[in-house]
């Protein structure tokens, strides 16, 4: 079973650069106004389509729960190196949990967040950007289906 995401771009070739290196893979298959990605661990089907018109998150985010610091590290430096802007946030309390993450955000203003939960809270304490109900701008130094 695979969990299938798909969200709306406004240019194809840019979200496929962004994608691919956020992946760490190539699209299985490109259309002209279409994407599709199937990344096998964690098991996501995940598309990209052409729309005239996005408006940044349409949802509140996308992310990858990792198993510990050192793998939320290694993507970021991963991602880092390929040129991408990283917002850190480490042992902050958000969504119920004490989490080290980082933010990257697609061409489109999709945030995605690499995190690791480091333990379990009973509170809501909001020191993330996750759980703000106030967009965050950050820069986008790279860029990046179906109705």
């Known amino acids: 079973m ?20 956020v992946f760490n893979t190539e699209p299985v298959k490109i259309k002209e106004d279409y994407a599709k990605f199937l990344i096998e661990d964690p098991g996501l ?13 349409q949802v509140g985010h996308f992310g990858f729960q990792v198993e510990n610091k050192e793998e939320v ?8 190196k390929l040129g991408f802007f990283a917002r850190e946030e480490m ?3 958000c969504c119920y949990a004490t989490q080290d993450k980082f933010w990257v955000t697609d061409p489109d203003g999709n945030e995605w967040e690499f995190f690791y ?29 179906c109705s």
């Open 2 to 21: 695979k969990v299938h995401v798909g969200i709306n771009v406004t240019d194809l070739k840019q979200s496929i650069e962004f994608y691919s290196k």
């Open 45 to 57: 089907n995940f598309t990209l389509n052409v729309k005239d018109h996005v408006s940044g998150n």
């Open 73 to 80: 590290l290694q993507h970021k430096e991963r991602l880092e």
């Open 91 to 93: 042992d902050v309390t």
């Open 117 to 145: 939960t480091k333990a379990d809270v009973e509170s809501m304490a909001v020191q993330s950007s996750c759980c703000t109900t106030q967009p965050i701008k950050v820069e986008i130094k790279n860029s990046s289906c």
